[in-house]
């Protein structure tokens, strides 16, 4: 049976950024199937699990309670049948040395989280539409920080 929808994940220990993300994507009208975490350790249980269907797209916040993004990204980054998630770092920090670490440690693409709702809803048309090819690769750092 062939699937017409885009699985996305999201870990947010941010209520509201968990909100705006699922009404963003319910107004976009693209055929996604989303789920929302409120930690890193929950996203993991979620992804171990043996009937859970991966998501194409995980947004991973960074500054989460219990397991932060990166560990996540880490433990992530060890497991095979992860390796065709592509994921894309979600965070309020833009700093050099988190957008630096991500990338190295196999992130796809870094988002700093956008202030209004519009550009939400592009950022993440933007993100879901991608030729996600190049951004696997990993060949060119321009393509990791994407900017609205």
Known sequence: MQKNHITIALAD????????????FEELKINTVVTTH???????????????????????????????????????????????IAIAIYSTSSS?????????????????KPSDFDTLKKILREVVTLNWQYHTSRLNKDNFLLRM
Do not use: S, W
Not at 13 to 24: G, M, N, P, S
Not at 57 to 70: E, H, R, V, Y
Not at 96 to 112: M, R
């Open 13 to 24: 220990d941010d209520e509201d950024d968990r909100l705006f993300f699922e009404d963003a």
């Open 38 to 84: 409120c930690d890193g350790e929950e996203l993991m249980n979620f992804l171990h699990h043996p009937e859970t269907i991966l998501p194409n797209i995980l947004f991973l916040d960074l500054n989460m309670p219990k397991k932060n993004g990166f560990e996540c990204l880490l433990e992530i980054k060890k497991v095979e049948k992860f390796n065709d």
């Open 96 to 112: 050099e040395e988190d957008v630096e670490n991500t990338f190295v440690q196999g992130a796809n693409i870094y988002i700093k």
